[in-house]
Nanobody, 120 residues
Framework: QVQLVESGGGLVQPGGSLRLSCAASGFTFSAYAMSWYRQAPGKERELVATITSAGGSTKYADSVKGRFTISRANAKNTVYLQMNSLKPEDTAVYYC?????????????WGQGTQVTVSS
């Protein structure tokens, strides 16, 4: 049974930091690219950051470059999102995604999300 369980969300003041974690099980974690998405009220889900299966390459949305860092620990089946210098506009539900494609198939799994609220 595939599971992605996010944790680490909460309420933080502007300028503060949070570290999100996503624990994976039920699939070969090291074979999947991992991403963090977020969705704010009334807005579409947007890609925040992606890391390749071996962790050798990362990509970020322009809005979070220089403030957020995605990393992974394949031995622990976990992906992280370190969020620094948080802004009110970072407020959203953050989702973890696992993705892999082959010639024959495409696989995409989602977590249930964790709320991040940036407010004074």
């Amino acid at each position: 049974q595939v599971q992605l369980v996010e944790s680490g969300g909460g309420l933080v003041q502007p300028g503060g930091s949070l570290r999100l974690s996503c624990a994976a099980s039920g699939f070969t974690f090291s074979a999947y690219a991992m991403s963090w998405y977020r969705q704010a009220p009334g807005k579409e889900r947007e890609l925040v950051a992606t890391i390749t299966s071996a962790g050798g390459s990362t990509k970020y949305a322009d809005s979070v470059k220089g403030r957020f860092t995605i990393s992974r620990a394949n031995a622990k089946n976990t992906v992280y999102l370190q969020m620094n210098s948080l802004k009110p506009e970072d407020t959203a539900v953050y989702y973890c995604n696992a993705y892999k494609f082959t010639l024959a198939n495409e696989y995409s799994y989602w977590g249930q999300g964790t709320q991040v609220t940036v407010s004074s």
